[in-house]
């Protein structure tokens, strides 16, 4: 195949006059060097930690189009946290699948191949790749399969190998009913491990508990401190990952942990529990500051947990051993469910955006460059 010199890619501005700014630009596909490739995108989804680069803190109900870009305003009090990427034209994307159409010396062999990639960039007609970075999906799986092995799966993953290293025994989960929540629910199901997920709704509840989990409860009922307490003190967890971020949710999780670990207490301390408690805060769904109230005791931690640190600190063995599982239940425990299928133009509709930004539970978007 003869690889076309420029592709489509989408970009994201934050300009100084306070806009985000969304086009598609025509940019050079690199013609692969030796041990590289050339992909056709053909699947990339729209994670929720992709949204940060895409959409910015903009005003979610001010996007419209204006002279050929898809334009939002920005509140100017979150300009000043845009400082570092103003007025910088940023590709996006942090994952993605498709077929390999071209590669340099010693790569020869993944010519025609269904490729996973993970590395920026990717909503993208093309993309220029290492070959050691790219993981082939197995047989009988399509690009759209391989879209989404690396953020979901491996943040899963990651958030059990954590719990081992640090000598928790148990999990707590927060919007778990998200696709990465549902494989999270999965592994600790096949792994016997003991997982708290804190739902919003009886529908997200549902959800869960035909996955096979056993410890569900919802944040909007009135019961939910005491049923939290009471999951707590059954499962031991004291351990937790938020991914809501804003807000008081962390703070109640940690009062809970300390009031399960005060059940087995043999007497009163004024400084609490010895118990360690530790939330980790993963994601942000909520902007606002996270609050942590009294009750917590005095052995307790909050603190942020991203995927690549975490990989560092396993190492490369590690992380084969972690992606060799994604790529052996790719199709089961790992496997993602999209609400549509969008081009990169489709992606600028402001009301296309209206519904991806949302991130409701069950609503994943997959973009398909090639279309």
């Known amino acids: 195949m003869t690889i076309p010199t420029s592709g489509h890619q989408l970009q994201s501005r934050v300009s100084s006059a306070g806009k985000l700014e969304l086009w598609i630009e025509d940019v050079p596909v690199a013609a692969p060097g030796d041990g590289e490739i050339v992909v056709r995108m053909e699947a990339t989804p729209i994670n929720p930690s992709d949204l940060g680069l895409l959409l910015g803190p903009a005003d979610p109900a001010s996007f419209r189009v204006e002279g050929g870009k898809t334009v939002a305003d920005i509140p100017p009090a979150r300009l000043a946290s845009m400082a570092a990427r103003m007025d910088q034209a940023l590709p996006v994307g942090n994952e993605g699948a498709g077929t390999v159409v071209a590669a340099g010396a010693g790569a020869e062999d993944m010519v025609g191949k269904t490729v996973s990639l993970v590395g920026g960039a990717m909503y993208a007609e093309y993309r220029t790749v290492r070959a050691k970075d790219a993981v082939p999906v197995p047989a009988g799986a399509t690009a759209a399969d391989g879209a989404s092995v690396f953020v979901n799966p491996l943040t899963a993953l990651g958030m059990t190998e954590t719990m081992k290293l640090e000598g928790h025994t148990a999990l707590v989960h927060t919007a778990a009913a998200s696709n990465l929540g549902q494989m999270l629910n999965k592994i600790c199901v096949a792994d016997g491990i003991a997982l708290v997920n804190i739902v919003r709704s009886d529908a997200q509840a549902a959800i869960l508990r ?111 051993r972690l992606r060799q599982r994604v790529s052996d239940e790719l199709k089961t425990t790992f496997a993602s469910h999209y609400t549509a299928t969008i081009s990169l133009a489709d992606a600028l509709k402001p009301d296309v955006i209206a519904a991806y930004a949302k991130r409701a539970t069950g609503e994943k978007y997959l973009i398909d460059p090639s279309r």
Not at 216 to 223: A, N
Not at 256 to 285: C, F, P, W
Not at 295 to 318: H, K, Q, S
């Open 210 to 320: 035909a996955l096979g989990a056993t410890h569900i409860v919802d944040s909007s009922k009135y019961d939910f401190e005491a049923t939290l307490v009471d999951a707590l003190a059954d499962t031991g967890a004291t351990l937790a990952f938020d991914a809501i971020g804003g807000g008081d949710l962390a703070g109640r999780i940690l009062v809970a942990m300390e009031a399960a670990a005060n059940r087995k207490a043999d007497g009163y301390s004024r400084y609490g529990s010895t118990t360690h408690k530790q939330v980790y805060i993963y994601g942000r769904l909520d902007m606002r500051p996270t609050t942590i109230g009294a009750g917590v005791g005095m052995a307790w931690g909050v603190g942020g947990w991203l995927l690549t640190p975490f990989l560092g600190r396993i190492g490369g063995e590690g992380m084969m």
